[in-house]
């Protein structure tokens, strides 16, 4: 398996195919949340929190203006508010906002429009499975007076409840421009997950941001 992996890396990195990728990096903060469905209620209440995450791209042209790829990343998901749990003790807690960090990897179609000055329109669309790879919960108390939030990490042997694996839809519009060897991109992202976090509530991740990121075009002449 592992040699078979390596042949087949070699093969691309040698051959006209790898040539033509565009290879970029991708950095984007935004906000996260989760959907509860109608099950829960929770009016009033914001359920945001922080959402960053950090990402590869590589697509291949089939034509001038559509492009095909992957952009495995690392990024940041959760909610402010967590239905359901309890932790150990189940009369003290007064709230939990819990942070999951995933492993993603989507496949996109990537299109592309150029505009005058170096400038040029994209849009990207696509979908992919995420792994749930580590996490905290920051747990309120009902005892606690001043507001102050324990961490509670993960514990994925533990927490049978929990479901490692997402998929999830992704899209994102932005603009390009041509800056030194490749292009200098900003885009507008959002993410919608199918799969629920926990087997005991309706919990989809939810998340927008905005993207910022350098794509580099490898042609051999």
Request: net charge negative; aromatic share 14%; proline share 3%.
């Given at each position: ?8 890396l ?22 996260a949340w ?5 099950e ?16 590869m ?7 001038p ?22 932790g ?6 007064r709230?939990?906002t ?27 669309a696509?979908?992919?499975l ?8 920051d ?5 606690s007076?001043d ?6 990490e ?30 200098l ?27 910022l990121?350098?794509?580099?075009n490898?042609?051999?002449?």
């Amino acid at each position: 398996m592992k040699y078979s992996f390596l042949f087949f890396l070699s093969l691309i990195l040698s051959s006209g195919l790898f040539a033509q990728l565009s290879l970029g990096l991708k950095v984007q903060t935004g906000e996260a949340w989760q959907n509860y469905g109608d099950e829960i209620a929770i009016d009033g209440f914001d359920q945001r929190i922080d959402h960053y995450g950090v990402s590869m791209e590589a697509f291949y042209p089939v034509s001038p203006a559509i492009s095909v790829g992957l952009a495995p990343g690392y990024l940041r998901r959760g909610a402010a508010c967590e239905p359901g749990f309890v932790g150990s003790n189940p009369f003290l807690v007064r709230d939990a906002t819990i942070y999951a960090n995933y492993l993603q990897l989507p496949l996109l179609i990537k299109a592309n429009i150029p505009l005058a000055n170096r400038f040029s329109l994209f849009g990207q669309a696509g979908a992919g499975l995420s792994y749930l790879v580590s996490g905290h919960r920051d747990v309120l108390f009902l005892s606690s007076l001043d507001g102050g939030r324990e961490r509670q990490e993960l514990d994925f042997e533990q927490e049978n409840t929990l479901n490692r694996f997402d998929f999830g839809a992704q899209a994102g519009l932005g603009f390009a421009y041509q800056l030194g060897f490749g292009s200098l991109q900003l885009s507008a992202d959002y993410y919608h997950g199918f799969l629920d976090m926990t087997e005991t509530n309706t919990s989809e991740n939810r998340s927008w941001s905005v993207g910022l990121g350098y794509s580099i075009n490898i042609n051999r002449q």
